[in-house]
Each structure stands twice: as C-alpha cells, then as structure tokens.
C-alpha cells in the first residue's frame, strides 16, 4: 500500500521526491541537512510556504535555488529547469510561432535535456507541464 505524504504546514497530499532532486535544489547552506535514510516529499499547495519535508526537516521555499512553477505563476518562473527555459520564454516563441516543445526549444537556444530526476524540483520530465504552458500560450493569445 502506498502511503501518502501530508504537508506538516497546510495539510495537503504531497509528492514524493527522489534525495538527488532535494540535494540539486536546496540552497547550499542547507544541504548538511540532507540525509541518505530520510523519505522526501514537496509540497503541492500552491498557496503553501512549504517546498520539500521529511519526518524530521520542513524548508521553504525561500530555501531553493529556483522557484517552484507550481508555486509561482511569474514569467521568469523556469518550467524546464534542465535549460533553465522560462514560462515567459516559452510564451514569447508561442507569440512568435513556435509550437511544439523542440520549436520553443531551438526558437529559445535553450535545448539542454535529461537533467530531470535531479534539476526538475519535482524530480520528473517537465513534458507534460512544458506542453501545458504552450497550450495556455495558445489560448492567451487566441492562436488556437
């Protein structure tokens, strides 16, 4: 049976996370923290000041690298983060014609891949969101 996480400050069902992901995107001065044996889980309220926990250590997301786009909604906001290709550099070549993932990618020169288990903060592909992101780019813009 698997066993879902629960955000210790809002309550929310979280995600469970692979160390590297954890290790990749916590702020340096915090990293001592990390221990091999402990579980990790993010936190996926959006509305949460809470980014990755364990049963012993809650951080913030003050205390990453990059923000979290499932938590910040602002342009310069990466949704690849192997890249570090941004949501408002994927809505740019969305406005300029671009409209698959690669496009973006190329239209961008950002096309850096594979780093996901361990860049993403998530510690997954970002295909699904990065597709996501050029879908409502289409539909801000009415280019459907």
């Known amino acids: 049976m698997k066993v879902i996480q ?3 400050v809002c ?8 160390e ?3 290790r990749f995107n916590l702020n340096d001065s915090l990293k001592y923290k990390i221990e091999s044996n402990l579980k990790w889980s993010i936190c996926n309220n959006p509305l949460c000041d809470c980014s990755y926990f ?9 205390d990453l690298i990059k923000p979290l786009f499932f938590k910040d909604f602002n342009d310069n906001v ?3 983060y192997c890249s570090d290709l941004t949501r408002g550099e ?4 969305v406005k300029n014609g671009q409209r698959t993932i ?9 096309n850096i891949t594979g780093f ?29």
């Not at 364990?54 to 003050?62: A, L, M, N, Q």
């Not at 409502?136 to 009415?142: F, G, K, P, R, V």
């Open 6 to 8: 629960i955000c210790p």
């Open 11 to 18: 309550g929310f069902p979280a995600i469970s996370v692979k």
């Open 20 to 22: 590297k992901a954890v």
């Open 54 to 62: 364990s049963k012993i250590y809650i951080f913030k997301i003050s």
């Open 78 to 80: 990466p949704i690849c």
């Open 90 to 93: 994927i809505k740019n070549a």
């Open 102 to 110: 690669d496009d973006v990618q190329d239209f961008a020169k950002k």
């Open 116 to 144: 996901c288990e361990e860049r993403n903060p998530l510690g997954k592909c970002c295909r699904n969101v990065f597709l996501k992101t050029i879908s409502d780019s289409l539909d801000e813009n009415n280019l459907n």
